[in-house]
């Protein structure tokens, strides 16, 4: 089967958001908005405590408030299941299962009422005395418990004391990034409703199957009597990828009072509950020859983990794949500590781990003498370092080409300080960039109507990445009907499996199972007419058809066809549907190593010496995102992760009081993110061609925008003062 070349193809034109106008004019149904008849609120009690026991919880007063049908706490809660193993890796422990403390903020109560004002008024009166014992919360104590290596991800190659003896200079440095914390402007919610023993749920979730299978797992019941409903969520950035605590107290609520729960975390605790970027200490090491060449790499990273919690971010791994160095060393701990679960935010791993590594690459450079970008194409490799595999596709050589002559990188001086506009000092700056491959098996399901139109629909969910937008542009081209023909539902458990939106893995994965099921659909349609006498595409087979306008047609006679809705009308069909599989590829099949987005990063920075005033002027973005399949979203998708890049860089910084543990910034007054003002003026550019390892060529652009921001934006602040800043985020005192 071909698709309708020239004007009929609709993939990778910049078409608005299908979804614009509900969400302009409000109508979109976010989980907050539903309501059921009877329904009640619940609200949380955290701990005041890090570390330790409850040594008596008083909950007499809060259950004689107005309003209040119940007060569960670990006395009252029955004992819950933990969560099942996930693609990302395990569950969050289950919630108020004893009387431990493991972080500041963790739920002893959940108080349910029939209003939210109440709710929350009873939970104020909610009473717990505390055993105290000391926080353990520096990733760099001794007394932390340390895991190596818990997913087997530590690389080694070559002699790498060897390769620094060699070297002609040696560079090293402590690099530290803080704790970040996934903020979208929507505050989670969960919604739990129970009909015997069915439940149905309407959850702020970037996964609704991994809430459906963690929910049957903890409460006991089958996965098919959960549906999970997600249709908009609003941001996640990483926060809506796991089952968190509210969500499971949600439906545990609901079930004891037998009303509809809806929970509505508060601003403070998003900072507690739904997950963080963990801070890191990173120890990079490089070694380099006069011309040069790298010889050795050692870097070396630690970050935080909760307690009781298994999420895994090897910071250092990316080093091991970056630049063609024979001796490479990689090491990834993690320090247990009393803080909420860790999650992904935006970029997770290489967020943190790229910073360290871009910075010291330049400041090698900067030691022999080299220009930066000279320097990264002169160490650029062809292959996967590690394999020993050619990659799939690879354009970063085009993206630090055509990045640089539209950056104007040519004008850069060498010598710091040297640039000036006034009192202003003037940096450049840039990054090389990569995230890995990551696709995972997917469904979906199509449907062609006898009025012509196409239902498509997967389990999917829409984060502001574009999926509905780009699914359905991709079923149109793909059934060569019009965009305003096709409809794209998602975010139903009920629907087709779908994994998580994250890891810039979504659109290759459930636009190779669309690719599938379109293909099938097809195939179908060819079958009910195979013995058709009336049909001009009696015998023809799917390699031997053409779709468009509407219709299947002979592509070595196009005025041989019928339509879709001729079919169904001669043969008595409403409709016609099929299903489609998509399963990653593997690179022992391939014979290369499947890659992920590569990027170039080049920003401008003005800083006042005197004020310690900083400002990014420009930024521009050149991205190997294999096939891109609407041009307008995924520019959105690299400027939004460049602000977000801005934000680590400059501002982002979740303060733990080290007495307490308590998250000392955990409102919008006091968490900076960037405003308008500080938003420069961004430049995308897209290089490369479709990744021969998918069907659809795409390699997604969700994380990569991301990436490299923070490096390119330290490297700029050495351009322009000569100091190396190794420490996230940069601030008025660095710079004084």
């Known amino acids: 089967m071909t698709t309708v070349e020239g004007a009929r193809t609709v993939v990778g034109a910049g078409l608005d958001r299908v979804e614009a106008p509900l969400k302009v004019t409000g109508s979109a149904p976010y989980p907050n908005d539903f309501s059921y008849p009877g329904m009640v609120h619940a609200a949380l009690v955290g701990s005041t405590i890090a570390a330790g026991r409850i040594r008596r919880i008083d909950a007499s007063a809060a259950q004689s408030a107005p309003g209040v049908l119940t007060v569960i706490t670990h006395l009252t809660a029955p004992q819950l299941e933990r969560g099942p193993m996930t693609l990302l890796g395990p569950s969050p422990p289950a919630p108020m299962q004893d009387d431990r403390i493991l972080h500041y903020g963790q739920p002893v109560a959940v108080v349910v009422a029939a209003s939210l004002e109440q709710a929350r008024h009873a939970a104020s009166l909610v009473r717990v005395e505390y055993e105290p014992t000391e926080a353990l919360l520096d990733v760099e104590d001794p007394r932390a418990e340390i895991l190596v290596d818990p997913w087997g991800l530590d690389t080694e190659r070559g002699d790498v004391a060897a390769g620094f003896a060699a070297a002609d200079a040696v560079v090293e440095g402590r690099y530290t990034t803080p704790d970040n914390t996934n903020n979208p402007l929507g505050l989670m919610a969960t919604i739990a409703s129970w009909h015997g023993d069915s439940l149905t749920v309407h959850d702020s979730t970037q996964w609704p199957h991994n809430v459906r299978n963690s929910l049957a797992a ?11 409903l997600a249709p908009y969520v ?13 969500t499971v107290l949600t439906a545990l609520a609901a079930r004891e009072v037998r009303h509809p729960v809806k929970l509505v975390l508060t601003r403070p605790q998003m900072f507690t509950s739904v997950g963080h970027r963990p801070n890191s200490v990173q120890h990079i090491k490089i070694g380099v020859t006069a011309a040069g060449d790298l010889v050795a790499i050692e870097h070396r990273g630690i970050s935080s983990v909760a307690m009781e919690d298994d999420d895994y971010e090897p910071v250092s791994l990316g080093s091991a794949v970056a630049y063609t160095c024979p001796n490479v060393l990689t090491r990834d701990r993690q320090a247990r500590l009393n803080v909420p679960c860790p999650g992904s935010m935006r970029a997770p791993a290489e967020g943190q781990g790229n910073f360290a590594l871009e910075c010291a690459i330049d400041e090698a450079a900067h030691a022999v003498g080299m220009d930066p970008l000279e320097f990264r194409l002169r160490n650029y490799t062809e292959v996967h370092p590690v394999l020993g595999l050619p990659w799939s596709s690879k354009a970063l050589r085009e993206c630090y080409t055509r990045g640089a002559e539209r ?17 202003w000092l003037i940096g450049y700056g840039m990054a090389g960039v990569s995230y890995p491959f990551y696709q995972v098996p997917c469904q979906a399901r199509v449907s062609v109507r006898r009025d012509g139109s196409a239902f498509v629909r997967s389990a999917a969910t829409d984060i502001g990445t574009g999926t509905y937008t780009v699914m359905t542009q991709l079923a149109a081209e793909l059934l060569g009907l019009d965009i305003d023909r096709v409809r794209f539902d998602l975010g139903d458990s009920d629907m087709p499996y779908a994994p998580q939106a994250g890891g810039s893995g979504l659109t290759g994965a459930l636009g ?46 196009p005025d041989r066809g019928e339509s879709f809705t001729d079919i169904l009308g001669r043969h008595g069909l409403e ?27 080049f920003v401008e920075v003005r800083i006042d010496p005197g004020l310690g005033l900083l400002r990014v002027t420009r930024a521009v973005s050149a991205v190997d995102g294999g096939r891109i399949l609407n041009e307008k979203t995924a520019a959105s998708q690299i400027v939004g ?96």
């Open 218 to 228: 903890i409460f006991k019941i089958p996965e098919s009597g959960i549906r999970v």
């Open 234 to 246: 609003g941001g996640g950035f990483g926060a809506g990828l796991r089952v968190w605590p509210h």
């Open 407 to 423: 950056f104007g990188w040519s004008r850069r001086t060498p010598e710091t300080g040297s640039m000036r506009d006034g009192r």
């Open 512 to 557: 190779n199972a669309l690719h599938t099921a379109c293909g099938n659909l097809v195939r179908e349609f060819l079958e009910i007419v195979r013995d058709d006498e009336a049909s001009p595409l009696r015998g023809a087979g799917p390699d031997d058809v053409t779709t468009g306008e509407g219709r299947l047609y002979r592509t070595d006679a």
């Open 575 to 601: 409709e016609i549907s099929a299903d489609g599989r998509s399963t990653p590829p593997e690179a022992q099949q391939l014979g290369k190593a499947t890659a992920g987005a590569f990027a170039a990063k």
């Open 641 to 736: 992760g460049t602000v977000g890049g801005i934000s680590q860089a400059l501002f982002e910084e979740t303060a733990t009081d080290p007495g307490t543990g308590r998250i000392a910034n955990a409102t919008f007054g006091d968490y900076l993110v960037p405003v308008n003002a500080d938003v420069p003026d961004m430049d995308v550019i897209f290089c490369g061609a479709p990744d021969p390892a998918s069907a659809l060529g795409t390699k997604g652009v969700g994380e990569i925008g991301l990436v490299g921001v923070a490096a390119a934006i330290g490297n700029a602040i050495h351009h322009a003062t000569g100091r190396r800043l190794r420490s996230l985020p940069f601030t008025i005192d660095q710079l004084l």
